[in-house]
């Protein structure tokens, strides 16, 4: 497994743009495809999106296409979610989470502790 440390949420208004990290320790962090999960009060985790080993592939939620970007860098064992055009209904926390391509909970099996965004309108 590896671990994983989430950074960047915090507080923005409506329109604006937030970059979440999340670092990853060990050396196998490119033989994972990286996701960012989040869950909303009284809300099931939901998939953000997904970015596959080498960077190639993405996925993106029919909610956030369009206005977040996914990444990974390899070489800094990190991956990020750059937000932008953040509404009030993008409030949440995010999860960062390690594992095989896929968009349910189950094919991730490392998760970070959680980032809090919240948007006010």
């Known amino acids: 497994q590896v671990q994983l440390v989430e950074s960047g949420g915090g507080l923005v208004q409506a329109g604006g743009s937030l970059r979440l990290s999340c670092a990853a320790s060990g050396r196998t962090f490119s033989s994972y495809a990286m996701a960012w999960f989040r869950q909303a009060p009284g809300k099931e985790r939901a998939i953000v999106s997904v970015?596959?080993?080498?960077?190639?592939?993405?996925y993106y939620a029919d909610s956030v296409k369009g206005r977040f970007t996914i990444s990974r860098d390899n070489a800094k064992t990190t991956v990020y979610l750059q937000m932008n055009t953040l509404k009030p209904e993008d409030t949440a926390v995010y999860y960062c989470?390690?594992?095989?391509?896929?968009?349910?909970?189950?094919?991730?099996?490392?998760w970070g502790q959680g980032t809090q965004v919240t948007v006010s309108s």
């Open positions: 989470a390690a594992g095989r391509w896929g968009v349910d909970p189950d094919a991730f099996g490392s």
């Open positions: 970015i596959n080993r080498s960077g190639s592939r993405t």
